[in-house]
């Protein structure tokens, strides 16, 4: 297991370092004039423009370039952006409030696909079973750029129920709404794979024995046919909170909510190559480590399962 | 959490004196979209504490689904009970309740499967499984659940029981299995094992330590066991008496010497010629022949006519064949039980 372990965290610096060398290049590659971008539609002085050109080394090759960023990266340097603020203080300002809208996301996407999923299973082909299915075909047909919008107006503004907008330090209640339409994003898929998987589950030989013990139905569900059904969802679970973290690009930025994703799309937009590059870094980074974990938990649910 | 076992036995209508488990008449269907398929058509049989009934017949004959059926753990939709009684102590188990019905289960009947690996839950350890049914039906402590449970798996004879009660199925050995499989049936001190092929999936010389091993926890127990097998090797060791099931029927019902003696139903007789026999070594296998019928298109009459080398007229037609007490403690549903007896 300890040996495990160490070769997938040897194998993730190598995905490390290939991740981040393709955005590098892609925003290279897509540079086209970061100056002008960073100080809008005014004119600019070829004084301040040399200066600026000489900090960020843009005239250097790509190759160069790379170098210098890495050989800051890999001593803790994140660079500054390309508006003089430090990347990392960017970062730690606005991840946490990130981290709590992915986590409250996947939660309550996690707590609905079980239960609903379950649920439907045991009894499928009723009118739960069909409810839910129309209801996980509509989310699933509603992308993000929709249903954000069309919360924050419904039960933000009209309704009046939640804040529309969200701060940095937002309360938990302030993040609800938000949360609750990241989580829309994904809970259809993870009900979709919970209940095929417990209805394969249902027919096991071991429920059948199960029941042969006297054992109560609830007990058989929840007990027996649960931890064999889940050994799929928690892979989908643990993918899903990373897609959340990088995701929340139109959801922070309809909620105004001050996280990595909205800094992210506003790099993106002002061709701030450094603030892209660090932001991705850290997702990718987040990603592997999150992979290794859903991993982990495998073999936890899974006693078949041993890593060597 | 309350003792189960004492709830059991004042169960409504619990007689002492009456059989310890006699099924009347059941019949059996699956209602599918391809149509109805009738599993089992009128079983009867009982069973007495101390004795082994075998109840033997080809696949599909329905003799895994009178045991679900005896059991209470038929897969409803699409199997449904039409007919007939599985009285335990003389309480119909059929009318009971539910909760009442479930209770019984492993309280007093047992099962025990055909396949040990898939039948046990992969992901719990065989002590955590063992010690769920102290814990439900007992309402037991965790750690007295336990120790019982090493207990069990002493008793089945698993060298290092102490050890092993933390290892997961997949960790034992296909005759390992299949006996945590009997120490799980026989924990709560069953009346009646039920054993459903319980030594098809192992090879020949585990095969027998299993039959030896359910024959000694018998002993031990005075427990009545109804041994469903296809294998009537098996049978000839173990068993007291013997139904042949055909089509959801009871075709035979003998004591196990006369039946080997003379068998009194052409289907018997078809089945005991297909044994390979080492005086016979070097002859062709007589083999039955024609499949089984299809359990949607059962043959009017005797359900084995289109097979049968005695068949006459009379078991085209329904009804089917009686069961004729053809001589003490014996019945065959045969027109012509006097022909197969005589050849």
């Given at each position: 297991?300890?040996?495990y372990?160490?070769?997938?965290?040897?194998?993730?610096?190598?995905t490390?370092?290939?991740?981040?060398f393709v955005?590098?290049a892609?925003?290279?590659?897509?540079?086209d004039?970061?100056?002008?971008?960073?100080?809008g539609?005014k004119?600019i002085?070829d004084?301040?423009?040399a200066?600026?050109?000489?900090r960020?080394h843009?005239d250097?090759?790509?190759?160069?370039q790379?170098?210098?960023?890495?050989s800051?990266l890999l001593?803790?340097?994140?660079?500054?952006?390309?508006?003089?603020?430090?990347?990392?203080e960017m970062l730690?300002?606005?991840w946490?409030?990130?981290?709590?809208?992915?986590?409250?996301?996947?939660?309550?996407?996690a707590?609905?696909?079980?239960a609903?999923?379950?649920?439907?299973a045991?009894?499928r082909g009723?009118?739960?079973?069909?409810?839910t299915?129309?209801?996980?075909l509509?989310?699933l047909?509603?992308p993000?750029v929709?249903?954000?919008?069309?919360?924050?107006w419904?039960?933000g503004?009209?309704?009046?129920?939640?804040?529309?907008?969200a701060?940095?330090?937002?309360t938990f209640?302030?993040?609800?709404?938000?949360?609750?339409?990241l989580?829309?994003t994904?809970?259809a898929?993870q009900l979709?794979?919970t209940?095929t998987?417990?209805?394969?589950?249902?027919?096991?030989?071991?429920?059948?024995?199960?029941?042969?013990?006297?054992l109560?139905?609830?007990?058989?569900?929840?007990?027996?046919?649960?931890?064999?059904?889940?050994?799929?969802?928690?892979?989908?679970i643990?993918?899903?909170?990373?897609v959340?973290?990088?995701?929340?690009?139109?959801?922070e930025?309809v909620?105004?909510?001050?996280g990595?994703?909205?800094k992210l799309?506003?790099?993106?937009?002002?061709?701030?190559?450094?603030?892209?590059?660090g932001?991705?870094s850290?997702?990718?980074i987040f990603f592997?480590?999150?992979n290794?974990?859903?991993?982990?938990?495998?073999a936890?649910?899974?006693?078949?399962?041993r890593?060597? | 959490?309350t003792d189960?076992?004492?709830?059991?036995?004042?169960?409504?209508?619990?007689?002492?004196?009456a059989?310890?488990?006699?099924?009347?008449d059941?019949?059996?269907?699956?209602?599918?979209?391809?149509?109805?398929a009738?599993?089992v058509?009128?079983?009867?049989?009982?069973?007495?504490?101390?004795?082994?009934l075998?109840?033997?017949?080809e696949?599909?004959?329905?003799?895994s689904?009178t045991?679900?059926?005896?059991?209470g753990?038929?897969e409803s939709?699409?199997g449904?009970?039409?007919?007939?009684?599985?009285?335990?102590?003389?309480?119909?188990l059929?009318k009971?309740?539910?909760?009442?019905?479930?209770?019984?289960r492993?309280?007093?009947?047992?099962?025990i499967?055909q396949?040990a690996?898939?039948a046990?839950?992969?992901?719990?350890?065989?002590?955590f499984?063992?010690?769920?049914?102290?814990r439900?039906?007992?309402?037991?402590s965790?750690?007295?659940?336990k120790?019982?449970?090493i207990?069990?798996l002493?008793?089945?004879?698993?060298p290092?029981?102490?050890?092993?009660?933390n290892d997961?199925p997949?960790?034992?050995?296909?005759?390992?299995?299949?006996?945590?499989?009997?120490?799980?049936a026989?924990?709560?001190?069953p009346?009646?094992l039920?054993?459903?092929?319980?030594?098809?999936?192992?090879?020949?010389?585990?095969?027998?330590?299993?039959?030896?091993?359910?024959?000694?926890?018998?002993r031990q127990r005075?427990?009545?066991?109804i041994?469903i097998?296809?294998?009537?090797?098996?049978v000839?060791d173990?068993?007291?008496?013997?139904?042949?099931?055909y089509a959801?029927?009871v075709v035979?019902?003998?004591?196990?010497?006369d039946?080997?003696?003379?068998?009194?139903?052409?289907?018997t007789?078809?089945?005991?010629?297909s044994i390979?026999?080492?005086?016979?070594?070097g002859?062709?296998l007589?083999?039955i022949?024609?499949?089984?019928?299809a359990?949607t298109d059962?043959?009017?009459g005797?359900?084995?006519?289109?097979?049968?080398?005695?068949?006459?007229?009379?078991?085209r037609q329904d009804?089917?064949p009686?069961a004729?007490a053809?001589?003490?403690?014996?019945?065959?549903?045969?027109h012509?039980?006097?022909?197969?007896?005589g050849?």
């Amino acid at each position: 297991m300890f040996r495990y372990i160490v070769r997938r965290l040897l194998q993730m610096i190598l995905t490390f370092f290939g991740a981040t060398f393709v955005v590098f290049a892609l925003m290279f590659a897509n540079q086209d004039d970061p100056i002008q971008a960073l100080v809008g539609e005014k004119p600019i002085s070829d004084t301040l423009r040399a200066e600026l050109t000489e900090r960020y080394h843009l005239d250097d090759g790509f190759l160069s370039q790379y170098w210098h960023y890495m050989s800051n990266l890999l001593t803790g340097d994140l660079g500054d952006s390309l508006t003089g603020r430090e990347i990392s203080e960017m970062l730690s300002s606005s991840w946490p409030v990130t981290v709590r809208l992915a986590l409250m996301a996947i939660v309550i996407a996690a707590v609905i696909a079980i239960a609903a999923g379950v649920w439907s299973a045991i009894r499928r082909g009723g009118l739960f079973d069909n409810g839910t299915l129309m209801f996980t075909l509509l989310l699933l047909a509603m992308p993000v750029v929709v249903l954000a919008p069309v919360a924050q107006w419904i039960f933000g503004m009209e309704l009046g129920w939640f804040p529309a907008t969200a701060s940095r330090n937002a309360t938990f209640y302030a993040l609800l709404l938000p949360a609750i339409v990241l989580a829309c994003t994904v809970v259809a898929t993870q009900l979709r794979v919970t209940r095929t998987s417990v209805v394969e589950n249902l027919r096991a030989d071991y429920v059948r024995t199960a029941r042969a013990k006297g054992l109560a139905p609830r007990r058989v569900v929840w007990v027996h046919v649960l931890r064999n059904s889940l050994i799929p969802v928690i892979t989908l679970i643990g993918v899903d909170l990373g897609v959340l973290m990088s995701g929340a690009i139109v959801t922070e930025d309809v909620f105004n909510i001050p996280g990595v994703g909205s800094k992210l799309a506003q790099g993106v937009r002002t061709e701030d190559g450094p603030l892209v590059v660090g932001f991705v870094s850290v997702l990718v980074i987040f990603f592997l480590v999150m992979n290794l974990v859903v991993d982990l938990l495998y073999a936890a649910l899974d006693p078949r399962i041993r890593y060597e | 959490m309350t003792d189960i076992k004492a709830q059991v036995d004042v169960l409504p209508g619990l007689d002492p004196r009456a059989p310890l488990l006699q099924i009347n008449d059941l019949h059996v269907e699956f209602r599918t979209r391809d149509g109805v398929a009738k599993a089992v058509n009128g079983a009867s049989f009982w069973l007495n504490p101390g004795e082994t009934l075998a109840i033997l017949g080809e696949s599909g004959c329905g003799k895994s689904v009178t045991a679900q059926a005896i059991m209470g753990i038929l897969e409803s939709p699409p199997g449904h009970i039409t007919r007939g009684e599985v009285r335990y102590r003389g309480v119909d188990l059929l009318k009971l309740r539910e909760d009442e019905r479930r209770r019984v289960r492993a309280n007093k009947i047992a099962m025990i499967f055909q396949d040990a690996l898939s039948a046990l839950n992969p992901v719990y350890t065989v002590g955590f499984q063992l010690a769920e049914l102290f814990r439900a039906h007992r309402g037991m402590s965790r750690g007295d659940a336990k120790n019982r449970a090493i207990e069990l798996l002493d008793q089945v004879h698993i060298p290092g029981a102490r050890s092993r009660v933390n290892d997961y199925p997949h960790q034992f050995s296909g005759g390992m299995r299949q006996r945590v499989m009997i120490a799980m049936a026989l924990a709560l001190d069953p009346e009646v094992l039920i054993a459903d092929e319980p030594t098809t999936a192992l090879d020949v010389t585990v095969q027998a330590q299993i039959m030896g091993l359910l024959a000694e926890l018998q002993r031990q127990r005075n427990m009545g066991l109804i041994l469903i097998t296809h294998d009537m090797g098996v049978v000839a060791d173990v068993a007291d008496r013997i139904s042949v099931m055909y089509a959801g029927r009871v075709v035979e019902e003998a004591p196990v010497y006369d039946i080997y003696a003379a068998p009194g139903h052409p289907y018997t007789r078809a089945l005991l010629e297909s044994i390979p026999r080492l005086d016979l070594k070097g002859q062709q296998l007589t083999a039955i022949r024609g499949l089984p019928p299809a359990l949607t298109d059962i043959p009017q009459g005797c359900a084995f006519n289109p097979r049968c080398g005695y068949a006459k007229e009379p078991c085209r037609q329904d009804p089917a064949p009686p069961a004729y007490a053809i001589a003490p403690r014996r019945t065959a549903r045969c027109h012509f039980f006097r022909e197969v007896l005589g050849d």
